[in-house]
C-alpha cells in the first residue's frame, strides 16, 4: 500500500481509535465509582452484624494443614510413615 494511502487510512482510523479509548476510561472510571458508592454502605452494614458471621461463631481454621519439606523433619504426632511399593 502506497505511503500517502496508509496515512489516509491511518487518518481516518484514528476517531474510533479514539473512542474505544474513551470508552475503556470511562469504564474504569465507572467501576471506580461504583466502589466509591458501595464500599463504605457495604462496610456500614457489616459492622454491626459482626462482618457477616453469627453471633458468637469464630472463624474456623482448616481442617488439613499442607508442608513442604522433607516428611520426616516435619512429623507431627500421631502419624507414621507408610512405605509402598508399585508393581506393574
Given at each position: 500500500?502506497?505511503?500517502a494511502a496508509r496515512a489516509v487510512?491511518?487518518?481516518f482510523a484514528l476517531p474510533g481509535i479514539l473512542l474505544a479509548i474513551l470508552s475503556l476510561l470511562l469504564l474504569a472510571v465507572s467501576m471506580l465509582a461504583l466502589l466509591v458508592l458501595t464500599v463504605p454502605v457495604y462496610r456500614l452494614f457489616t459492622r454491626p452484624s459482626g462482618g457477616g458471621r453469627e453471633a458468637g461463631e469464630s472463624?474456623?481454621?482448616a481442617p488439613f494443614s499442607v508442608t513442604f519439606g522433607d516428611p520426616a523433619e516435619v512429623a507431627s504426632p500421631g502419624?507414621?510413615?507408610v512405605d509402598s511399593t508399585v508393581v506393574e
Open positions: 500500500m502506497p505511503t487510512v491511518v487518518f472463624v474456623a481454621a502419624t507414621r510413615r
